[in-house]
């Protein structure tokens, strides 16, 4: 009858234990980044904003050229990180002349467009009358709600037609022409 009793209190407070420990240990968020694409569109509103003031024509959204600046976006949220990609062409049409990227990460479109602006490196690539094209990436941080950005820059060549109207790639040229602007990366707080 003892051991009876005793067995039942054992498995009672084991239970009790368990039950305890399940709760006390805090459940993590199962929600990764968010891709936020009203805030790739207020960025490509405020850049082109600030073109526009600075006499430059707007940027033109570029398809595959976003979804490489969501990729590398994405992957600097996931690791906590900011840099830029090894290769920032990527996603870039074959036609392209000159090529730039900035990230950033910080609060909000508005704080990280402002320090873009006051970077030189940063405003060298946004306002650059020689651009064409854009591609933006943003996700916002799961936990700290940090806002990471890529913006990927290009000059693009209008495709080449011949009389009758069909176009040909004139990226066929020497590469030698080519050029890279420096990247840069910005952070506020």
């Not at 960025?43 to 940027?59: D, E, H, I, K, W």
């Not at 049409?93 to 909000?108: A, Y």
Request: with cysteine; proline share 5%.
């Amino acid at each position: 009858m003892c051991s009876n009793l005793l067995r039942k209190l054992t498995i009672t407070v084991t239970l009790l234990l368990v039950a305890t420990t399940l709760l006390a240990v805090p459940v993590a968020s199962a929600q990764g980044p968010t891709r936020d694409f009203n805030a790739e569109s207020d960025f490509l509103t405020s850049l082109n904003s600030q073109r526009v003031a600075g006499g430059l024509a707007p940027l033109a959204l570029q398809g595959s050229m976003t979804a490489a600046a969501d990729g590398w976006a994405l992957s600097m949220v996931n690791g906590s990180f900011l840099a830029h990609a090894d290769d920032f062409l990527t996603g870039t049409p074959s036609n392209w002349i000159k090529v730039g990227e900035n990230v950033g990460r910080g609060q909000s479109v508005n704080s990280l467009t402002s320090k873009f602006m006051t970077s030189p490196s940063h405003r060298a690539n946004i306002m650059d009358e020689s651009y064409t094209h854009i591609g933006i990436g943003v996700y916002i941080h799961p936990t700290d709600g940090r806002v990471y950005t890529t913006h990927r820059f290009a000059a693009l060549s209008a495709p080449a037609t011949d009389n009758a109207g069909n176009s040909s790639d004139p990226a066929s040229g020497s590469r030698s022409k080519r050029s890279t602007s420096p990247a840069s990366e910005s952070e506020s707080e």
